[in-house]
């Protein structure tokens, strides 16, 4: 571990003031200075600023090393800007725009600041919990040799206090535990106010008890050196201030001297009288702000008093708006300050009108050069990390043989092939699952590939002669990591290796497993991969009522709507086998592509005989979202339009109705997601003066304008009923609008309407209308 710099304090503690000074300057120029053309209010947050900028000026002009990476508590994003912008790596443009296009973001974005940004936030709680993951793909590329020990950091979050409520915090703390996490600090700025009010007393004591439970290291740093003097030497006063409630401390920091005086008059009355006459009003008020997350003495002890790889969590006590008008008031989240306010702050940090930007206006020519020497020795990076990690080369993934397959099973032998066969992909990829991994056909590549730990754990059931088809140990060159049952945790593991990349300059190609309809379950860490632009392949399977018996509970239905409304993952939903294998090599491209993005693919369990293919012409469509596989005649009336498992319904209905209905077509979906992009896309190239029809066009092109469309998947109808929008079609849209139940396969689709009977009917109806 690199020791930190040697640093002089007083330049810190300007460095504090300038943070402060500059994201209260940057909110308020947003919001009234800055002409607005709609009159909406900007917003930003003022008071969660001011209340970490002591925090963040320890951490990153002090304490922090270049390998490093930090995800900042979203409403604290100003804080970052202003860093960079005293670094010289934020224009001031950026910041004259914050919240605007193109200007600086209200949360700390990868993808859309062009500052180097480690983490997204804004979803509270995911960008703590995703650096314990990223801690852990660090440990992950060590022990396979992709990460030198020079170029290992540690991972801090930057944690509001009121984020700890996020459940998704505690999934991750207790999945770190089995993995022995390392290299953690998670720092949270305790100003014991969230966004509605002060936060409730019940709780203090409590959260550090179930850190340490976890393994971790808890630091608090209650009182700065001030305040902590003034408490050693009188127990009386320490036990007054100690047992008053966050509410009131808050209230009290509001209202400043005069009232700490009153009050302590009221509660202590003589035993406070020598205290109070030894200070004004004004050096009482001084006094009792000086909690430790404003003492920058404080901090640098306790950062460089943290310098193993234990996990630590540092409870910095603060207040929330520390040194503006309306500190510690409950109502100050969104506060902005007035023009007047503003002023009078500019005032008291020595800021000239007019000079605001300047990054060290106020700053007097004595310390100037420490404070510029100590912004020389900042180590953290200054430029965004480009994608130029070099690429892997995807092999041609071959279709498993045989005639009678299910799209997971399919999965699973796929995988156990590129085992077998080796190579820079199968090495590079990870496989992670929430204790699916043996239902999700996962089974035989942890038996090639092993488990992860960074310690040896033994298979005991091996060991001990015991027959079982899952080998289940573990070692550092496994490349599976186990998940315990919380589908958040396995999005944030998703999320992490999925920008190994961008963290550590290794592409992974991470595949994780679970049951279709536990997507919901920890949708908005998905969509927090996503947002980070993560790449990755999910696999969700079983899915649909084609789960049969095991019944409503594990049965999905929307998780194609949610796939159609995901931006940064392509849904693919294969019937077959060899259509599965295309997509898997396309997903494994997409993942190491700049320009790609992530694939969810909806699997199934149910066995159903493959087609006969006559050559590779159906590849290309089965990529792009869907082809013909029964081509319909010339200006055909109908067509069914059927996608994944329910395909041998419509082919066999296809076949009973060609005769009744000329030149019937058989349209394969793969992908509505893609289709459904292209639509759009092509509509709007079209306002460019660009003419090319888009794949689901030229698809519907075929038939006659007036033809009526049957649409079939075990899912949500309106993953498919759109399509009669494209060219103004006719729609009989089949699908699952009920919760499941328990049944056998012909039960059910019968009772569900995916059955031949209901296709025949739909049929009808739409050839009924035409007429
Ligand atoms: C998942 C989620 N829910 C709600 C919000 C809205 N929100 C933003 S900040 C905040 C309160 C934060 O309080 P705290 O974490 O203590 O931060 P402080 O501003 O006090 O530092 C809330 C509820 C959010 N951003 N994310
Ligand atoms: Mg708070």
Known sequence: MLKPATTDLDALKILDERLRWLSAWTIHHANHIRESADGLKVGGHQASCASMSAIMAALYFHALGPKDRVAVKPHGGPLLHAIHYLLGSQSRDALENFRGLGGAQSYPSRTKDKIPVDFSTGSVGLGVAITLFASLVQDYLTAHGWLDDVDRGRFVALIGDAELDEGNIYEAIIEGAKHDVRNLWWIIDYNRQSLDATSADRMFERFDEIFRSCGWRVVEFRYGKKLQAALDGNPALKAWFEQLSNADLSALHYQGGAAWRKRLEADLGKKAAAFLKA??????????????????????????????????????????????????????????????????????????????????????????????????????????????????????????????????????????????????????????????????????????????????????????????????????????????????NLFLMLAAAGLSGDLFGTRLFPIGTLYDPFIARGLDSLNYACYQDARFLLVATPSGITLGPEGGAHQSINPPLIALGQPGLRHYEPAYADELAAMMQEAFRLIDDPAGESTYLRLSTRSIQQVERADDSWR?????????????????????????????????????????????????????????????AAQAARWQGERKPSHVEQLLSKLSPSAGLVTLVDAAPASLSWLGGVLGQRVAPLGVEKFGQTGSLADLYAVYRLDGDAITEAVAEVLLHNG
Request: with cysteine; proline share 5%; charged share 20%.
């Open 279 to 488: 200070q004004d009003d004004e050096a009482l008020a001084s006094l009792f702000t000086d909690l430790g997350g404003h003492c920058m003495e404080t901090l640098i002890q306790a950062f460089d008093a943290a310098q193993d790889d234990v996990p630590t969590l540092f409870i910095a006590w603060t207040i929330k708006g520390f040194g503006l008008p309306f500190a510690g008031h409950k109502d100050n989240h969104a506060g902005l300050m007035n023009p007047t306010q503003l002023a009078a702050l500019r005032d008291a940090m020595g800021v000239r009108e007019g000079h605001e930007w300047e990054p060290l206006e106020g700053v007097g020519d004595n310390a100037r050069t420490g404070v510029e020497a100590v912004l020389d020795r900042t180590r953290i990076a200054r430029e965004k990390r480009g994608r130029d990690f070099g690429t892997v080369s995807i092999p041609a993934i071959p279709a498993p043989a045989g005639g009678e397959q299910s799209t997971q099973a399919a999965f699973g032998r796929i995988l156990l092939e590129l085992s077998k066969a080796g190579g820079a992909l199968a090495d590079r990829v990870v496989t992670t699952s929430p204790d699916v991994t043996v239902s999700t056909n996962l089974g035989a590549w942890v038996n090639q590939r092993g488990l992860f730990r960074r310690g040896d754990v033994p298979d005991i059931f091996a060991q001990a002669k015991i027959a079982s088809a899952q080998k289940w140990s573990a070692n550092n060159q496994g490349q599976h990591m186990e998940l315990g049952i919380a589908e958040s």
């Open 620 to 680: 290309g469509g089965a990529l792009a979202g869907g082809y013909w596989l029964r081509e319909p005649g010339p200006n055909a009336e109908a067509a069914i339009v059927a996608m994944g498992a329910v395909m041998p319904e419509a082919l066999a209905a296809w076949e009973e109705l060609r005769e009744d209905v000329p030149g019937l077509g058989l349209l394969a979906v793969t992908s509505p997601d893609l289709l459904h992009r292209g639509w759009t």
